[in-house]
């Protein structure tokens, strides 16, 4: 058996394989020929449940972990179901992460998020920013469990030797995102909303906050494909930030979004509901040096991801 025959046969468990980004990595993984991919649903395996995620790992063996699997939620959700975040979120990283070195896997990559670098850190936001500041309050207690998530593949690797890597996704959209306009992010939110008004010639439509923090957004496509690269090339101690490097203001995406809607109404802010962070964009020179660079510019993604969904509102 080739190198390559033999890499395509390495048991792999996608923690997280029916949300946006786990099922990303799946149609990647396809893609690229990997034949023994492992998954299981909630209602399968619960993955807050200790016993029942070493029983797993005992059982199947696998030999490389993608540990997407989170509860995760737009501002609003974050601030809202606080407790939900921090409690979920650290049970599903522990019980994996502690299952995968019991069980001698050969590694494994944690997904985090760029919401776990301060509130007010310089930006470009590099990676040894994390820790030298207070967070953005409204999405503390999930930044929390994420900054814990690295710092369980940091400790693990130091005490025990594991290979356990991180990576930091910047703000994410693309196939299978949450368009609940309660808990979603701001992009599919914005998507539904300018399409709703569209549809039903409202002339003006609702979002939230002042329109002028800044965000950056990477299609989950060139995320999972920067996850497969990261897992095949890299063995670091050091997370890495996976974005695009480039922002825009959240009132300079909705008028991305009312053109490709097609939409020419007003846009009127609900300065009630929170801005959060006033900026968070990723310094993604270190992936870039690793030879990974998103593909997808924001405007095609947009388009993209509209015309799967627009039939679906
Ligand atoms: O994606 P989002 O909800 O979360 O974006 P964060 C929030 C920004 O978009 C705020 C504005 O400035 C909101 O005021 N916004 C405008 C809206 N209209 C809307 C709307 O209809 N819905 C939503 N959701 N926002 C997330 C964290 O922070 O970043 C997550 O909550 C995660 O934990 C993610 O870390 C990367 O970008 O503020």
């Known amino acids: 058996m080739s190198e390559i025959q033999r890499e395509l046969e390495t048991k792999v468990y996608v923690a997280g394989h029916r949300g946006m980004v786990g099922s990303a990595i799946v149609r990647k993984l396809q893609n690229e020929g990997f034949k023994n991919i492992l998954t299981r649903t909630r209602s399968e395996l619960d993955l807050t449940n200790q ?3 070493f029983d797993f790992f005992k059982e199947e063996k696998p030999q490389h972990v993608y540990l997407a699997a989170a509860k995760v939620g737009g501002i609003h ?17 522990a019980n994996i992460i502690h299952a995968a070195w019991l069980h001698g896997v050969e590694k494994l990559l944690f997904l985090g998020s760029s919401c776990i670098y301060p509130k007010m850190a310089e930006q470009p936001l590099v990676e040894e920013a994390l ?10 207690p999930y930044a ?8 369980l593949c940091e400790t693990y690797r130091h005490q025990y030797g594991a290979n356990f890597i991180s990576a930091m996704p910047t703000n994410l959209y693309g196939p299978g995102d949450n368009y609940d306009l309660e808990t979603s992010h701001v992009l599919p939110a914005l998507l539904r909303k300018i399409h709703t008004a569209k549809v039903n010639g409202e002339d003006e439509v609702h979002l939230w906050g002042t329109g002028s923090p800044q965000r950056e957004f990477l299609h989950v496509d060139d995320l999972a494909i920067a996850c497969v690269h990261l897992m095949d090339t890299y063995d670091g101690e050091d997370w890495v930030n996976v974005g695009t490097g480039v922002d825009l203001s959240i009132r300079a995406l909705a008028e991305m979004i009312c053109e490709v809607v097609g939409y020419t109404g007003r846009l009127a802010w609900d300065t009630s509901k929170p801005d959060g962070t006033p900026r968070k964009l990723m310094d993604v020179s270190r992936i870039n040096a690793l030879g990974w660079k998103a593909q997808i510019e924001l405007r095609d993604g947009i388009e993209r991801v509209y015309s799967e969904v627009k039939d679906t509102f």
């Open 77 to 93: 959700a974050n601030n809202v179901y606080r407790a939900q975040f921090l409690y979920e979120n650290l049970m599903i990283e």
């Open 131 to 140: 820790l030298t500041g207070p967070l953005e309050p409204t999405n503390e």
């Open 51 to 53: 016993q029942a995620v």
């Open 144 to 151: 929390i469990a994420k900054i814990a998530g690295i710092k």
